[in-house]
């Protein structure tokens, strides 16, 4: 898997649920080593989300996970759980179990050792200013911030 697959299946599931996606990724641009960048500021998220129906704006990070970005107990936690997991997540199925199975804490702490510093501060100000959300990781917490914006929008409308 790498970063690119995570992110077209997050933004396809966006779409699916009502979310209107702009991806404002800093993929590879042709030319010398100074202009081989996009011209985005450093640290903006990949994706800019808006849920119209729900009244939800969000950033998205995507970040993946390889083998290598694993601690030996991370390691040793997935080939306990699952044998076939050996040496790398070799199809999507595996992958997205092998994360499901690490569980939330463990899987956001890999995620942020892959963070820039200028991606922790852009983190930093959408939680302290409370306008938009932030989501760091893959597809589980695509599905997980969905839900918990769904959930907070039936609860209003429910009067609870």
């Given amino acids: 898997m790498t970063e690119d697959d995570v992110q077209r299946v997050v933004a396809s599931f966006y779409a699916k649920v009502g979310g209107r996606v702009y991806d404002l ?15 985005q500021t450093p640290g903006l998220g990949d994706l800019w989300v808006f849920f119209p129906l729900l009244g939800a704006i969000m950033w998205h990070e995507t970040k993946v996970l390889h083998w ?9 936690l997935l080939r306990e759980q699952d044998p076939r997991m050996k040496r790398e997540f070799f199809d999507t199925i595996l992958y997205q179990r092998g994360l499901d199975l690490l569980g939330d804490d463990r899987r956001r702490f890999r995620y942020e050792d892959k963070q820039s510093p200028e991606q922790k501060g852009f983190e930093y100000l959408c939680h302290a200013t409370g306008k938009a959300s932030y989501v760091l990781g893959g597809m589980t ?11 907070q929008v039936r609860h209003v409308n429910e009067g609870v």
């Fill in 68 to 76: 290598s970005d694993l601690s030996k107990s991370d390691r040793d």
């Fill in 25 to 39: 990724s800093q993929g590879y641009r042709p030319g010398p080593k100074r202009h081989a960048t996009t011209r």
């Fill in 141 to 151: 917490e695509a599905r997980v911030y969905f839900e918990s914006i769904r959930r």
